[in-house]
Protein backbone atom coordinates (compact mmCIF):
# COMPACT_ATOMS: atom_id res chain seq x y z
CA UNK A 1 0.00 0.00 0.00
CA UNK A 2 2.97 1.97 0.37
CA UNK A 3 4.85 3.98 -2.52
CA UNK A 4 8.50 3.56 -1.06
CA UNK A 5 10.73 5.62 -2.52
CA UNK A 6 13.67 3.83 -4.30
CA UNK A 7 15.88 6.23 -5.82
CA UNK A 8 17.76 9.34 -5.42
CA UNK A 9 16.32 11.59 -7.87
CA UNK A 10 15.45 15.15 -7.41
CA UNK A 11 11.97 15.17 -6.18
CA UNK A 12 10.04 16.93 -8.87
CA UNK A 13 9.15 20.44 -7.67
CA UNK A 14 5.93 20.45 -9.45
CA UNK A 15 4.03 18.62 -6.72
CA UNK A 16 6.11 16.42 -4.27
CA UNK A 17 7.10 19.48 -1.94
CA UNK A 18 3.15 20.21 -1.46
CA UNK A 19 1.60 17.57 -1.44
CA UNK A 20 1.94 13.81 -0.02
CA UNK A 21 0.81 10.41 -1.84
CA UNK A 22 1.60 7.82 0.51
CA UNK A 23 -1.44 5.58 -0.10
CA UNK A 24 -1.83 3.91 -3.83
CA UNK A 25 -5.45 2.74 -3.45
CA UNK A 26 -8.67 4.12 -2.24
CA UNK A 27 -10.13 2.41 0.53
CA UNK A 28 -13.92 3.50 -0.74
CA UNK A 29 -14.63 4.03 -3.81
CA UNK A 30 -18.31 5.17 -2.98
CA UNK A 31 -18.63 6.29 0.83
CA UNK A 32 -21.22 6.02 2.90
CA UNK A 33 -22.76 9.63 3.74
CA UNK A 34 -22.64 10.57 7.39
CA UNK A 35 -25.64 10.53 9.28
CA UNK A 36 -25.91 12.53 12.04
CA UNK A 37 -27.47 11.76 15.60
CA UNK A 38 -28.86 15.19 15.94
CA UNK A 39 -26.47 17.08 17.68
CA UNK A 40 -25.93 20.85 16.97
CA UNK A 41 -23.45 21.91 14.49
CA UNK A 42 -20.82 24.69 15.18
CA UNK A 43 -22.09 27.82 13.34
CA UNK A 44 -19.60 28.85 10.52
CA UNK A 45 -18.12 32.32 11.38
CA UNK A 46 -18.77 33.57 7.40
CA UNK A 47 -18.49 36.18 4.94
CA UNK A 48 -20.51 37.60 1.86
CA UNK A 49 -18.23 37.83 -1.09
CA UNK A 50 -19.56 40.26 -3.70
CA UNK A 51 -20.00 39.38 -7.19
CA UNK A 52 -17.89 40.44 -9.51
CA UNK A 53 -15.29 40.50 -12.24
CA UNK A 54 -11.60 38.96 -12.29
CA UNK A 55 -8.46 37.96 -14.06
CA UNK A 56 -7.90 34.35 -12.70
CA UNK A 57 -4.14 33.25 -12.87
CA UNK A 58 -1.33 33.95 -13.15
CA UNK A 59 -0.16 37.31 -14.63
CA UNK A 60 3.07 37.50 -13.82
CA UNK A 61 4.57 34.07 -15.40
CA UNK A 62 5.91 32.68 -11.96
CA UNK A 63 3.78 29.45 -11.94
CA UNK A 64 5.22 26.14 -12.56
CA UNK A 65 4.18 25.01 -16.38
CA UNK A 66 2.56 22.03 -14.95
CA UNK A 67 0.68 23.44 -13.42
CA UNK A 68 -1.30 25.24 -15.50
CA UNK A 69 -1.73 28.41 -13.80
CA UNK A 70 -1.90 30.34 -17.53
CA UNK A 71 -3.32 31.98 -19.06
CA UNK A 72 -4.77 34.89 -17.48
CA UNK A 73 -8.34 35.07 -18.08
CA UNK A 74 -11.23 37.19 -17.24
CA UNK A 75 -14.04 35.56 -15.09
CA UNK A 76 -17.33 36.39 -14.05
CA UNK A 77 -18.80 34.79 -10.41
CA UNK A 78 -21.87 35.32 -8.83
CA UNK A 79 -22.27 36.43 -4.83
CA UNK A 80 -21.02 33.42 -2.37
CA UNK A 81 -20.78 33.40 1.32
CA UNK A 82 -17.68 31.68 2.43
CA UNK A 83 -15.84 30.61 5.80
CA UNK A 84 -13.26 33.52 7.05
CA UNK A 85 -11.12 30.29 8.07
CA UNK A 86 -10.47 27.24 7.42
CA UNK A 87 -12.68 24.20 9.28
CA UNK A 88 -10.77 23.69 12.86
CA UNK A 89 -10.51 20.45 14.78
CA UNK A 90 -13.24 21.57 16.90
CA UNK A 91 -15.32 21.23 14.31
CA UNK A 92 -14.27 18.46 12.89
CA UNK A 93 -14.49 17.06 16.21
CA UNK A 94 -18.17 17.96 16.13
CA UNK A 95 -18.80 16.47 12.82
CA UNK A 96 -17.22 13.22 14.55
CA UNK A 97 -19.00 13.58 17.04
CA UNK A 98 -22.14 13.61 15.87
CA UNK A 99 -21.37 11.02 12.83
CA UNK A 100 -19.28 8.46 14.20
CA UNK A 101 -17.76 9.32 10.60
CA UNK A 102 -14.04 7.64 9.78
CA UNK A 103 -11.65 9.52 7.58
CA UNK A 104 -9.93 7.80 4.91
CA UNK A 105 -6.81 7.77 6.40
CA UNK A 106 -8.45 6.47 9.97
CA UNK A 107 -9.50 3.39 7.25
CA UNK A 108 -5.60 3.22 5.99
CA UNK A 109 -4.14 3.38 9.67
CA UNK A 110 -1.92 6.07 8.34
CA UNK A 111 -1.05 9.56 7.06
CA UNK A 112 1.68 11.94 5.75
CA UNK A 113 3.41 13.79 8.41
CA UNK A 114 6.28 16.33 7.41
CA UNK A 115 9.55 14.70 9.09
CA UNK A 116 10.33 17.58 11.31
CA UNK A 117 6.75 17.50 12.88
CA UNK A 118 6.46 13.59 13.37
CA UNK A 119 5.97 12.51 17.23
CA UNK A 120 5.80 9.12 16.31
CA UNK A 121 8.06 6.38 17.37
CA UNK A 122 10.71 4.50 14.55
CA UNK A 123 8.10 1.63 14.68
CA UNK A 124 5.61 3.63 13.35
CA UNK A 125 7.23 5.15 10.73
CA UNK A 126 5.70 2.36 7.68
CA UNK A 127 7.90 4.47 5.01
CA UNK A 128 8.09 7.97 2.68
CA UNK A 129 6.45 9.17 -0.04
CA UNK A 130 8.06 8.55 -3.50
CA UNK A 131 10.03 11.14 -4.36
CA UNK A 132 9.61 12.96 -1.38
CA UNK A 133 11.19 11.61 1.39
CA UNK A 134 10.72 14.66 4.03
CA UNK A 135 7.02 13.11 3.81
CA UNK A 136 6.73 10.15 6.47
CA UNK A 137 3.73 7.66 6.38
CA UNK A 138 3.32 7.75 10.22
CA UNK A 139 0.82 4.36 11.45
CA UNK A 140 -1.69 6.30 13.55
CA UNK A 141 -1.46 9.94 12.05
CA UNK A 142 -4.95 11.15 11.47
CA UNK A 143 -7.28 14.21 12.05
CA UNK A 144 -7.27 13.22 15.75
CA UNK A 145 -3.64 12.32 16.10
CA UNK A 146 -2.20 15.59 13.75
CA UNK A 147 1.67 14.19 14.39
CA UNK A 148 1.33 10.58 15.72
CA UNK A 149 -0.56 7.94 17.43
CA UNK A 150 0.49 9.88 21.00
CA UNK A 151 -0.51 13.34 19.78
CA UNK A 152 -3.94 14.66 20.50
CA UNK A 153 -6.47 17.39 18.24
CA UNK A 154 -7.37 18.73 21.59
CA UNK A 155 -3.97 20.09 21.86
CA UNK A 156 -4.85 22.18 18.71
CA UNK A 157 -8.56 22.47 18.82
CA UNK A 158 -8.39 25.84 16.73
CA UNK A 159 -5.73 24.64 14.16
CA UNK A 160 -7.09 24.06 10.96
CA UNK A 161 -8.05 20.09 10.75
CA UNK A 162 -5.72 18.17 8.69
CA UNK A 163 -4.97 14.61 7.52
CA UNK A 164 -8.34 14.98 5.40
CA UNK A 165 -9.16 13.62 2.09
CA UNK A 166 -11.04 15.50 -0.64
CA UNK A 167 -13.63 12.57 0.34
CA UNK A 168 -13.51 13.50 4.01
CA UNK A 169 -14.02 17.25 3.52
CA UNK A 170 -17.49 16.43 1.11
CA UNK A 171 -18.41 14.27 3.94
CA UNK A 172 -17.97 17.29 6.58
CA UNK A 173 -19.68 19.67 4.13
CA UNK A 174 -23.20 17.06 3.56
CA UNK A 175 -22.82 16.96 7.28
CA UNK A 176 -22.94 20.81 7.58
CA UNK A 177 -25.11 21.99 4.90
CA UNK A 178 -22.09 23.31 3.10
CA UNK A 179 -20.06 22.85 -0.10
CA UNK A 180 -16.37 23.52 -0.86
CA UNK A 181 -15.85 26.39 -3.25
CA UNK A 182 -15.01 26.70 -6.59
CA UNK A 183 -11.88 26.98 -7.24
CA UNK A 184 -12.58 29.94 -9.46
CA UNK A 185 -14.56 31.42 -6.04
CA UNK A 186 -11.41 30.54 -3.95
CA UNK A 187 -9.18 32.38 -5.91
CA UNK A 188 -11.87 35.22 -6.53
CA UNK A 189 -11.89 35.23 -2.71
CA UNK A 190 -8.19 34.86 -1.91
CA UNK A 191 -7.85 38.12 -3.69
CA UNK A 192 -9.58 39.92 -1.49
CA UNK A 193 -10.97 42.57 -3.91
CA UNK A 194 -7.28 43.65 -5.03
CA UNK A 195 -6.97 43.48 -8.87
CA UNK A 196 -3.79 41.22 -10.68
CA UNK A 197 -1.44 41.28 -7.34
CA UNK A 198 1.12 38.03 -6.52
CA UNK A 199 -0.71 37.47 -2.97
CA UNK A 200 -3.61 37.86 -0.88
CA UNK A 201 -2.53 41.17 0.42
CA UNK A 202 -0.25 42.89 -2.46
CA UNK A 203 3.04 42.46 -4.42
CA UNK A 204 5.46 42.16 -1.31
CA UNK A 205 5.77 38.91 0.58
CA UNK A 206 6.49 40.67 3.69
CA UNK A 207 5.73 44.37 3.28
CA UNK A 208 7.58 46.45 6.34
CA UNK A 209 9.27 43.12 6.80
CA UNK A 210 5.49 41.46 9.02
CA UNK A 211 4.97 38.13 7.75
CA UNK A 212 1.81 37.72 6.09
CA UNK A 213 1.46 33.99 6.36
CA UNK A 214 2.90 30.95 7.71
CA UNK A 215 4.92 30.11 5.23
CA UNK A 216 8.96 27.94 5.42
CA UNK A 217 11.75 30.54 6.48
CA UNK A 218 15.17 28.61 5.86
CA UNK A 219 16.10 25.93 3.68
CA UNK A 220 13.79 23.22 2.54
CA UNK A 221 13.30 20.60 3.76
CA UNK A 222 15.63 20.26 6.36
CA UNK A 223 16.18 23.88 8.32
CA UNK A 224 12.92 26.15 9.31
CA UNK A 225 13.81 29.27 11.51
CA UNK A 226 10.40 29.69 11.72
CA UNK A 227 10.52 33.54 11.55
CA UNK A 228 6.70 33.81 11.15
CA UNK A 229 5.98 32.06 14.86
CA UNK A 230 5.23 28.15 13.14
CA UNK A 231 6.85 25.25 12.24
CA UNK A 232 3.41 23.19 11.26
CA UNK A 233 0.27 24.87 11.60
CA UNK A 234 -0.74 27.97 13.08
CA UNK A 235 -4.02 28.30 14.62
CA UNK A 236 -6.94 29.98 12.03
CA UNK A 237 -6.59 33.98 12.76
CA UNK A 238 -2.88 34.12 13.38
CA UNK A 239 -2.25 36.55 10.68
CA UNK A 240 -3.59 39.71 9.00
CA UNK A 241 -7.05 38.64 7.11
CA UNK A 242 -7.48 40.20 3.23
CA UNK A 243 -9.72 42.24 1.87
CA UNK A 244 -12.67 39.96 2.54
CA UNK A 245 -11.90 39.42 5.71
CA UNK A 246 -10.89 36.26 5.15
CA UNK A 247 -7.91 34.42 7.47
CA UNK A 248 -4.82 32.81 5.87
CA UNK A 249 -5.94 31.97 2.34
CA UNK A 250 -2.07 32.06 2.03
CA UNK A 251 0.10 29.34 3.92
CA UNK A 252 -0.65 27.24 6.90
CA UNK A 253 -2.66 24.45 5.13
CA UNK A 254 -3.25 23.49 1.80
CA UNK A 255 -7.47 24.26 1.22
CA UNK A 256 -9.17 21.76 -0.75
CA UNK A 257 -11.52 23.14 -3.60
CA UNK A 258 -14.67 21.23 -5.22
CA UNK A 259 -12.99 21.16 -8.83
CA UNK A 260 -10.95 18.50 -10.64
CA UNK A 261 -7.84 19.37 -11.61
CA UNK A 262 -6.38 19.74 -15.45
CA UNK A 263 -3.99 21.64 -16.45
CA UNK A 264 -5.23 23.05 -19.70
CA UNK A 265 -8.45 23.84 -18.05
CA UNK A 266 -7.82 27.71 -17.88
CA UNK A 267 -7.03 27.58 -22.14
CA UNK A 268 -10.92 27.14 -22.89
CA UNK A 269 -12.65 27.39 -19.46
CA UNK A 270 -16.50 29.23 -19.09
CA UNK A 271 -16.24 32.85 -18.27
CA UNK A 272 -19.41 32.95 -16.14
CA UNK A 273 -19.17 30.46 -12.71
CA UNK A 274 -16.37 28.18 -13.63
CA UNK A 275 -16.76 24.73 -12.25
CA UNK A 276 -13.95 23.27 -13.29
CA UNK A 277 -13.54 19.96 -15.73
CA UNK A 278 -15.28 17.51 -15.26
CA UNK A 279 -12.43 14.79 -15.30
CA UNK A 280 -9.25 15.11 -13.77
CA UNK A 281 -6.56 12.94 -12.04
CA UNK A 282 -6.87 14.71 -8.75
CA UNK A 283 -8.88 17.63 -7.13
CA UNK A 284 -7.91 21.10 -7.01
CA UNK A 285 -6.06 22.53 -3.83
CA UNK A 286 -5.50 26.55 -3.28
CA UNK A 287 -3.55 28.80 -1.05
CA UNK A 288 -0.31 26.95 -0.25
CA UNK A 289 0.94 25.28 3.13
CA UNK A 290 3.48 26.14 6.27
CA UNK A 291 5.71 24.14 3.91
CA UNK A 292 5.73 26.09 0.79
CA UNK A 293 8.93 27.90 0.39
CA UNK A 294 10.34 30.49 -2.30
CA UNK A 295 13.28 28.10 -3.59
CA UNK A 296 11.04 25.17 -3.66
CA UNK A 297 7.68 25.82 -3.30
CA UNK A 298 6.13 29.33 -4.04
CA UNK A 299 2.22 28.49 -4.19
CA UNK A 300 1.87 30.70 -1.40
CA UNK A 301 1.42 33.14 -4.76
CA UNK A 302 -2.40 33.87 -4.80
CA UNK A 303 -2.68 32.67 -8.43
CA UNK A 304 -1.08 28.99 -8.08
CA UNK A 305 -2.67 25.30 -7.98
CA UNK A 306 -1.99 22.12 -6.47
CA UNK A 307 -3.72 18.32 -7.07
CA UNK A 308 -3.40 15.47 -5.41
CA UNK A 309 -5.65 12.19 -5.35
CA UNK A 310 -9.11 12.94 -3.77
CA UNK A 311 -8.76 9.49 -1.12
CA UNK A 312 -5.22 10.98 -0.07
CA UNK A 313 -4.55 12.83 3.27
CA UNK A 314 -1.80 15.23 4.92
CA UNK A 315 -0.57 16.82 7.50
CA UNK A 316 -0.92 20.04 5.44
CA UNK A 317 -4.14 19.97 3.71
CA UNK A 318 -7.39 21.14 4.79
CA UNK A 319 -10.61 23.17 3.49
CA UNK A 320 -13.06 25.71 3.83
CA UNK A 321 -16.23 25.91 3.57
CA UNK A 322 -19.11 27.67 1.23
CA UNK A 323 -22.92 27.97 2.44
CA UNK A 324 -25.35 26.38 -0.05
CA1 LIG B 1 6.16 28.94 9.26
CA1 LIG C 1 -4.51 28.32 3.47
Same mark, same amino acid.
Given at each position: ???? /??????????????????? /????????????????????????????????????????????????????????????????????????????????EAETFGSSAVFHLLSTARKQDVLGVAAGAPWWLNIRGADWAHPTGPDSRWEDVADHPVVHVSHNDALAYCQWAGRRLPTEAEWEYAARGGLQGKRYAWGNELTPQGEHQCNIWQGTFPTINTADDGYLGTAPVKSFPANGYGLFEVAGNVWEWCADWFLPKYYRNSPAENPKGPTIGAGRVMRGGSYLCHDSYCNRYRVAARTSNTPESSSGNCGFRTVAL
Amino acid at each position: MIQL /STTNSVPDPGHSCCTASVH /SAAPHAVRAAPVSTGSAKPAHEEIHIPSGTYMMGDGFGEGYPNDGESPAHEVRLDTFVMDVTAVTNEKFAAFVADTGFSTEAETFGSSAVFHLLSTARKQDVLGVAAGAPWWLNIRGADWAHPTGPDSRWEDVADHPVVHVSHNDALAYCQWAGRRLPTEAEWEYAARGGLQGKRYAWGNELTPQGEHQCNIWQGTFPTINTADDGYLGTAPVKSFPANGYGLFEVAGNVWEWCADWFLPKYYRNSPAENPKGPTIGAGRVMRGGSYLCHDSYCNRYRVAARTSNTPESSSGNCGFRTVAL
